[in-house]
């Protein structure tokens, strides 16, 4: 697999935006915050120059409001502010190079300072969880070194010979979640959509991913090149780079290798109900009642 021709890992200028910060006597924003928003809005439709994204209101809105809370489980360390805090790193970056007028830089100022405000409150509620969320919130709750893979796994073997119902109250227990009805708040419903949260996150990111090469090597047909063999011929070892470059990212942004632990050898933690299980929820109940989670909203999603 030639990463170089296929391009698939974002390439955020995290250390150039944090070091220009410095310079300029910025308050700083953590490093990891500035990485996750660089990098959604590199997969998303900002347009860059000099490897910068260029904000405007609505790309502002969907990062904020639409996206962060689906990946982003903030360190305990960083504020919940952070993620406003890097945006508007961002937005002095492009009103430094001429991008922004003084009266815009304002403008998206203020934007970002109340979408932060509304993600810090999205971060909380319990069914725009997504699995990899959720056992981060678990896991630095028990206090486990999440730097440490077996150590990671050493917890998630413990956590899966609990009862059902003790998991659920290992759940309702957790102080960096909105816990209006205790333990019966974590509904069969809640769970059914904190799995499909799951999915179509993951998905989401590897239509982006996707989208990312496909535009990096229209350049290769403009110059009469080949194309790599993963596209030309083995397109299911593309899928797989894919794949696994939307667990790594996954990772950076929660707990390293956890997304795909969950999705692979622990997927009775964190099942990702298929259609026969939806549909036999809805039968069930009689109604449709999962919560919306705002996730096929992009074409890219629903193919």
Known sequence: MDQDDLRLAPRPHTAELLRWAEEQGLSPAPEAAVAAVLTLLELG????????????????????????????????????????????????HQRAAKRLNAKRQ???????????????????QPHLLTWPRLYTLLLREAGVDTADPAAVRAWLDGFRTLAEPERIAAFAALTGLEQPEGEEGWTEGVLLSIGMATDGARLLVE?????????????????????????????????????????????????????????????????????????????????????????????????
């Open 45 to 92: 439709d900002a347009q860059l120059h000099d490897g910068f994204p260029e904000l405007t209101s609505p790309l502002l809105q969907e990062l904020l409001y639409e996206r962060l809370h689906l990946y982003v489980q903030p360190l305990p360390e960083q504020p919940q502010h952070a993620y406003g805090d890097a945006v508007r790193l961002l937005i002095d």
């Open 106 to 124: 304002q403008r998206l100022h203020e934007e970002a300072e109340w979408q932060g405000e509304l993600l810090a409150g999205l971060l909380r």
């Open 207 to 303: 239509n982006r991913l996707m989208q990312r090469s496909y535009r990096n090597l229209a350049g290769l047909n403009a110059l009469g090149l080949p194309m790599p063999a993963e596209l030309s011929g083995d397109f299911p070892a593309f899928e797989v780079a894919v794949q696994a470059e939307a667990l790594r990212l996954l990772g950076e942004w929660t707990v390293p290798a956890l997304p795909e632990l969950l999705l692979t050898e622990y997927q009775d933690l964190a099942p990702e109900p298929g259609a026969a299980e939806v549909d036999g929820y809805i039968v069930r109940r009689g109604l449709v009642d999962l919560p919306d989670l705002g996730l096929w909203t992009d074409d890219e999603a629903q193919a």
